[in-house]
């Protein structure tokens, strides 16, 4: 093999392993499918984040501590209604049944979580939203949180831009 061969190989080696590691690095980690945020009227609102084909099964919000019972808000999917977009807390969509009632309001000094359950097909999707009404009043507007914890902040128009990663398990 001549030296420029080998320099051409070597070339193409470095740079297929810096193509490797830069797709890599740079693919985003799955997104929130479910954020919160405060409603016109002073309550809280689920986003549910825009993925074709998603069909919600129920969406479950709870107090978050270990040492009290858990109070539970929750609603079911009747026959094949559609996703929503939003729900009110404490007011369920259209084609949606309140399943469990046991919370009833929110307090403050409370962590609550938010759970989504549903599917894209046969492959079960499930998404998480904890907040508190401390952190609810303190996002600043067009603010919403997502994910475990209520620490993620991100603004509203970027949750509900639909890219594919936030339609994955």
């Known amino acids: 093999m001549n030296g420029r061969a080998i320099r051409r190989g070597s070339a193409l080696l470095i740079g297929t392993i810096l193509s490797a ?8 980690a799955p ?34 501590d270990a040492t009290t019972p858990k109070a539970k ?17 404490f007011s369920p969509p ?4 309140v399943n469990t009632a046991t919370l009833t309001e929110l307090q403050p000094s409370t962590s609550y979580s938010a759970v989504i359950r549903g599917s894209i097909g046969s492959d079960s999707l499930t998404g998480y939203a904890d907040f508190s009404l401390e952190k609810i009043d303190k996002l600043r507007p067009g603010k919403v949180l997502v994910g475990p914890h209520g620490g993620n902040v991100v603004s509203r128009k970027g949750f509900l831009k639909s890219p594919p990663g936030k339609c994955k398990k």
Do not use: H
Request: with cysteine.
């Open 21 to 28: 590691q830069a797709v890599t690095a740079c693919t985003p």
């Open 31 to 64: 997104q929130a499918l479910l954020a919160a945020e405060r409603n016109e009227s002073g309550g809280i609102r689920l986003l549910i984040a825009p993925c074709p084909d998603f069909k919600m099964g129920g969406i479950s919000v709870f107090v978050d």
């Open 73 to 89: 808000w929750a609603l079911m999917r009747e026959s094949d209604s559609n996703t929503p977009s939003q729900i009110n807390l």
């Open 94 to 97: 259209e084609g949606y049944k």
